[in-house]
């Protein structure tokens, strides 16, 4: 399946998305068991003996080696002239408020 939609994954950017998905994770259950342990339900966080953990989206991004800027998918020309007319809204409020402040 790579090979036929590898170009249309990696233009769409969603290539390290799907290839991430794909991996094959070797489970350990001594490790998923000792893991478990530690996992608190009403904090949302594993307890260890050095204090509370969570893993966050910044982890996933890391861990999963997925990249963090480029363009969004939703749009032909990657959001870059609705993105320049939102700042440009942007600056005009903060310019008023700023006025109305002094």
Known sequence: MKEKHHQ???KSGILEAVMGSVVRVCRDEEVLLGVMERWCPETNTFVFPWGEATVTLEDVIVLGGYPVIGDGIWSQDGGRNEDKVVVGKLV??????SRGTA
């Open 8 to 10: 249309v994954w990696r």
């Open 92 to 97: 005009q409020a903060h310019r008023v408020i």
